[in-house]
């Protein structure tokens, strides 16, 4: 999420999240709500699928800002009607209209082989297993990974956190 306890009708106005995957409405410096998630979402199923961002993507942030504001988003050729319609839906650029702040996005046409049950429970079956692998390939994990936990402890204190595998470190940092 964008923004933590941003919930239903609940608005703010500070900037958060990355250019390329920010909605219109933060574009615009308008109040938002969790409906800038659901757009992000958008860009990142876009971008999952076929590899390109439905908006302009170089370096310019006032062409960005137009494009997310001002044009349709545009798809490359091979993307289901389903999935078309889906995007479409998600990166409306009504933040009231948007899927996901109305309507049940799981009920999309586009989730139809889904069962939500299943998922949820973890009892859907992976829709790709690599080849080749086997389950001695990794082990049987009982305790969290120790490199994991050094990684929550180093960013959940408020402390500089200091970049030591890198040839340059500023003094400052």
């Not at 305790?143 to 003094?171: A, G, H, N, T, W």
Request: contains cysteine; proline residues 8%.
């Amino acid at each position: 999420m964008v923004a933590e306890d941003i919930l239903g009708e609940k608005k703010i106005t500070s900037p958060a999240g990355v250019c390329h995957f920010m909605a219109p409405e933060q574009h615009l410096k308008k109040p938002y709500g969790p409906g800038v998630d659901w757009w992000a979402f958008g860009i990142i199923l876009c971008t999952m699928a076929t590899g390109k961002s439905p908006f302009y993507s170089g370096t310019k942030l006032d062409c960005l800002v137009h494009s997310v504001t001002r044009t349709k988003p545009c798809y490359p050729e091979g993307l289901s009607t389903e999935a078309m319609k889906l995007l479409d839906e998600v990166l409306e650029k009504d933040p009231e209209r948007r899927l996901g702040t109305r309507g049940d996005i799981r009920s999309h046409p586009f989730f139809n082989s889904i069962d939500w049950a299943d998922l949820e429970s973890l009892k859907a079956p992976s829709p790709w297993k690599p080849e080749g692998l086997s389950e001695k390939d990794f082990g049987d994990y009982k305790e969290p990974l120790l490199c994991l936990e050094d990684q929550k402890r180093m960013f959940s204190s408020r402390k500089p956190v200091i970049l030591q595998e890198f040839s340059y470190v500023s003094s400052s940092w």
